[in-house]
């Protein structure tokens, strides 16, 4: 378990790199959609799309889980590639399910195909150095100041 979540040996920029790419993509997910949907559940549930065919409210309830508990490990840098994973794959079958794979038209899929870029990525790299998969997975005790 600590090799899947243990951060790379990345250099401080690319690790500064990580970071800003967790923390934009992981707090625009959670704000502009997750808490949304959290919001409106009740009013959401009965007609949430379900492309699984496992039942509306079973469909968002997953995708809160997404949007809000793995976008929020994401942005933090905990169990970085897990978090990317959940969203990665939740936002291949918005693209695929719902946009139709449409990258312009009247549904675009085009910000589910950037999301997915991005989350494929993390989900590759992992957290960086600087995150807490380095703090409790990393190969040192030290936490962020000293080398491995």
Same mark, same amino acid.
């Given at each position: 378990?600590?090799?899947i979540?243990?951060?790379?040996?990345?250099?401080v920029?690319?690790?500064?790199g990580?970071l800003?790419l967790?923390?934009?993509?992981?707090?625009?997910?959670?704000?502009?959609?997750?808490?949304?949907?959290?919001?409106? $559940?009740n009013? =959401?549930?009965?007609?949430?799309?379900?492309?699984?065919g496992? /039942?509306h !409210?079973v &469909? %968002?309830?997953?995708?809160?889980?997404?949007e809000?508990?793995a976008?929020?490990?994401?942005?933090?840098?905990?169990?970085t590639?897990?978090?990317a994973?959940?969203?990665?794959?939740?936002?291949?079958?918005?693209f695929?399910?719902?946009?139709?794979?449409?990258l312009?038209?009247?549904?675009?899929?085009?910000?589910? $195909?950037?999301? =997915?870029?991005?989350?494929?990525t993390?989900?590759?790299?992992g /957290?960086g !150095?600087? &995150? %807490?998969?380095?703090?409790f997975?990393?190969?040192?005790?030290?936490?962020?100041?000293?080398k491995?």
């Amino acid at each position: 378990m600590k090799k899947i979540f243990a951060p790379g040996n990345d250099s401080v920029l690319t690790s500064l790199g990580l970071l800003v790419l967790r923390l934009f993509f992981g707090l625009t997910m959670l704000w502009h959609h997750g808490l949304d949907k959290l919001e409106k $559940f009740n009013t =959401l549930s009965s007609g949430f799309p379900d492309p699984l065919g496992v /039942g509306h !409210k079973v &469909s %968002l309830a997953l995708t809160l889980f997404a949007e809000v508990g793995a976008a929020a490990l994401l942005a933090a840098g905990l169990l970085t590639r897990f978090a990317a994973l959940v969203l990665a794959f939740e936002m291949g079958v918005a693209f695929t399910q719902i946009h139709k794979m449409a990258l312009g038209g009247p549904m675009p899929g085009e910000f589910a $195909f950037i999301y =997915l870029g991005a989350y494929l990525t993390l989900l590759f790299a992992g /957290g960086g !150095k600087i &995150s %807490l998969d380095k703090v409790f997975f990393g190969k040192s005790k030290s936490g962020w100041g000293k080398k491995d």
